[in-house]
């Protein structure tokens, strides 16, 4: 990976400490896009002294209300999961091997996913959200280019979106 050199400017929330970002929250959906994403938080985590939260968010129907077709979309929601907790232990081994503090979030919601990030991001006091121009595409995959658009629309923390 290329060097990553960046500044950042504007006005950042009080809840950061002394102006200074101390929680990145970087959302993945598996996609090249949100893995740079991810390379970009670490870096920023990394020479800020930040916590980084990597979040995934899955679409899970209520299990009460589901037809055939949905139900072999729940399944596809497990496997997706799988593949979560797999990029979170590399994730993981890399945060250690940079001594940056990791928190990894697996959340399931039948909202849509920016929506999602971005209230989880509000809860969290989240300072600084890193976050891939577009992800996955097909039936139960993630776009990310929509809910790019999403939180930065939106979003009350600063965003950086990489391509």
């Known amino acids: 990976m290329s ?6 400017i504007g006005t950042f929330r009080k809840t950061t400490l002394n102006g200074r970002v101390s929680k990145v929250l970087v959302g993945v959906d598996g996609s090249i896009h ?6 970009y938080a670490m870096s920023i985590s990394r ?9 995934t ?6 299990n009460s209300l589901l037809s055939q077709p949905e139900a072999v979309e729940v399944e596809a ?3 997706e999961m799988d593949e979560a907790r797999t990029w979170f232990e590399s ?3 890399r945060a ?3 001594r940056i503090e990791l928190q990894t979030e697996l959340l399931n919601s039948q909202r849509p996913i920016d929506y999602v990030i971005l209230e989880y991001a509000e809860k ?3 300072d600084l959200i890193v976050i891939g121009t577009r992800g996955r595409s097909g039936l139960s995959k993630l776009v990310l280019g929509s809910v790019a658009s999403g939180i930065v629309t939106y979003s009350n923390a600063p965003v950086l979106v990489v391509k």
Not at 3 to 8: E, G, I, P
Not at 47 to 55: D, E, F, H, T
């Open 96 to 98: 250690r091997e940079n």
């Open 57 to 62: 968010v899955t679409y899970m129907p209520a």
């Open 3 to 8: 060097r990553v050199t960046f500044k950042l």
């Open 91 to 93: 994730f993981t081994q």
């Open 47 to 55: 020479k800020c002294l930040a916590k980084l939260i990597v979040v």
């Open 124 to 126: 969290e006091g989240i």
């Open 77 to 79: 929601g497990l496997s």
């Open 34 to 39: 949100s893995f740079r994403a991810a390379e």
